[in-house]
């Protein structure tokens, strides 16, 4: 009879199962949305430090050859000009935003010369907060 009520006092009852699951699931309720809420302001800033080591490759094929590249492209491999002095990225392949999509380069023609820009988590242009388009331009200071 000993045995039997040290094996009962052994193990746990439904309840008391329903109990730490309910803990844990309140827990969970807190901590999800908090983290969701960092991980998406760690990609907007990642996509901002993509934003500006392009732009300053884009400043130094310009320095070089006298001209922005036509396409980002250009800054891995050479457009066939003798001045050009690359690469100017340290990767194999382009930086990409922070929502894994490939920026938009745009050759502005007036003062600022070129355009990078990231239309943000909904990937279309405008929005607020995450879904914000992230851009630079080329001679902004």
Partial sequence: MKTMQRNRRQNFTLIEIMIVVVIIGMIAALAVPKLMGNLEKAKVETTKSNLATLKTAVRNFKMDVGDYPNRLEELLTTNGSEKWDGPY???KSLPKDGWDMDFVYTLTGDTFGF?????GA???SGGDGVNKDLSCWGDEQ
């Fill in 89 to 91: 990225l340290d990767m």
């Fill in 122 to 124: 909904d990937k279309t």
């Fill in 115 to 119: 355009d990078i820009q990231s239309y």
